[in-house]
């Protein structure tokens, strides 16, 4: 998948990634109903294309043909979705769960806000190396305004 950098050295504090979250909610809904749409249909259609005749008399190809181009198109729009979070300057990190991440600092070091599609607000962090499962509770101290960012 081609990545595109998200904006050179972007920072988020918290209040600044919980302010983003009504378009990066939207962006990511779409991205995830339609990455879901997208590997059910792949699926679909890589069952009923198995052990089909390739040599031009399967009179149902034409239709399989169509059907790959129109999943083809699609994934090109999930690029897009991805491609738009990433100009906000937030990192997609799972098209399919809805987890983003929010490059910010904390405590004089490099972290990621992490969010996943249904949490009311940004409410966590993860180290730069350590992944969604890495994920920590932010604090009452940084839930409203970030001040340590």
């Excluded at 779409?30 to 198995?50: E, F, K, P, T």
């Excluded at 937030?90 to 405590?107: H, K, N, Q, Y």
Aim: charged residues 30%; glycine residues 10%; aromatic residues 6%.
């Amino acid at each position: 998948m081609n990545r595109k950098p998200t904006p050179a050295n972007k920072r988020f504090t918290v209040c600044q990634a919980n302010a983003t979250l009504p378009l990066v909610r939207a962006i990511t809904g779409d991205l995830v109903r339609l990455a879901q749409d997208v590997l059910d249909r792949r699926q679909r259609l890589a069952a009923l294309s198995d052990g089909r005749a390739r040599d031009g008399h399967d009179p149902y190809q034409e239709e399989l043909n169509q059907i790959a181009e129109q999943l083809d198109e699609d994934s090109r729009q999930l690029q897009q979705y991805m491609d738009e979070l990433r100009q906000i300057g937030v990192e997609p990190r799972s098209a399919l769960e809805g987890i983003v991440d929010f490059p910010s600092t904390l405590d004089g070091r490099s972290v990621y806000l992490c969010w996943k599609l249904g949490d009311p607000e940004v409410g966590y962090y993860h180290e730069v190396d350590a992944g969604f499962e890495g994920r920590q509770p932010l604090g009452e101290q940084l839930g409203a305004g970030g001040s340590r960012n």
